[in-house]
């Protein structure tokens, strides 16, 4: 699947809102909760989804790998499971 540069972008811009976004929910707000409720335990917490926001953001080539390659400030401690693995489906013709 090709994805045109400007849409790329975007969707970059728009992991990166929603990463800054659950930065700033504390631990036990409604939205970890909401999250937790969803997923059915709290292994997979909001830090989990920062960090698959992080890759995600760093793999369209929108940051380079802050919050991924570098230490940032955590809520909770990380997921004692591992983050939900995406294959790459995104081509570069």
């Not at 849409?7 to 929910?25: I, N, R, S, Y």
């Amino acid at each position: 699947m090709n994805i045109s540069p400007d849409d790329v972008a975007e969707l970059g811009q728009l992991l990166q809102f929603l990463d800054d976004w659950l930065a700033a929910c504390p631990r036990h707000c409604p939205v970890d909760e909401s999250l937790t409720r969803f997923v059915g335990c709290d292994a997979y917490d909001i830090e989990s989804l920062r960090d698959d926001l992080a890759r995600f953001t760093f793999l369209l080539g929108e940051n380079d790998g802050e919050g991924l390659f570098s230490a940032r400030t955590r809520l909770n401690k990380p997921a004692a499971i591992p983050s939900l693995a995406v294959a790459n489906t995104v081509s570069s013709s």
